[in-house]
């Protein structure tokens, strides 16, 4: 019996260890920001298209998005949008629609002197939507990773669902002027639909 007993134990400190140590989570829900400051948000209130959506409402360091298309694809804005982590006094407003079909689309988030980014944001897609994006990230501008992340995909329902990247324990985001995040359809074809992201916030420490 003892000996089950330190056995339980034991078990229990590394599980407790692993959780700890875990690096980053795509989760559902809001996590704890802390002391961090808000330096990137784009709320899409008052984006058309892939030119004004990609335009943050406002950025420390030049956050902007970039996309990549399918034949056919392209993103607009959607009414009504999320009422989930709103910013800087903003009403649900637009989101914006990413619609099928689509390769991905790229959250630019530099990080010069800030560290351990949290990424929160808004997701729904339509009936007919793809149900999931795949999430890598780029600590050089060029090449994507999906080292040290625990989860690497969303996954999207017909209901505004709020979501959360912590990327607390990658060093090399941090003081980063090249971090940034792909979100990639890896099913883009011709059978429509779309998803749709809003209010994107990214917060950090000053380093």
Do not use: E
Request: aromatic share 12%.
């Amino acid at each position: 019996m003892k000996r089950y007993i330190a056995f339980l134990s034991v078990l229990v400190i590394c599980v407790s260890s692993c959780v700890k140590d875990r690096v980053s989570v795509a989760s559902t829900g809001p996590v704890v920001i802390g002391d961090r400051k808000l330096i990137h948000y784009w709320s899409f209130n008052s984006g058309t298209d892939s030119t004004t959506l990609s335009v943050p409402d406002t950025t420390i360091g030049g956050g902007r998005i970039s996309f990549s298309f399918a034949p056919n694809g392209y993103a607009d804005g959607v009414s009504p949008g999320a009422g989930l982590n709103l910013r800087h006094g903003q009403d649900t407003g637009s989101g914006m629609r990413v619609r099928n079909p689509f390769y991905s689309w790229v959250l630019h988030a530099p990080t010069t002197g800030y560290k351990q980014p949290i990424v929160q944001f808004a997701i729904q897609k339509s009936n007919s939507g793809p149900a999931s994006n795949t999430i890598s990230y780029t600590t050089d501008g060029v090449n994507y990773t999906t080292d040290g992340l625990n989860a690497t995909s969303i996954l999207f329902t017909t209901t505004w669902t709020l979501y959360s990247l912590d990327f607390s324990a990658i060093s090399a985001v941090n003081d980063n002027p090249k971090f940034a995040i792909k979100f990639t359809n890896s099913i883009a074809d011709t059978s429509g639909g779309n998803d749709r992201y809003d209010n994107i916030s990214v917060d950090a420490f000053v380093k």
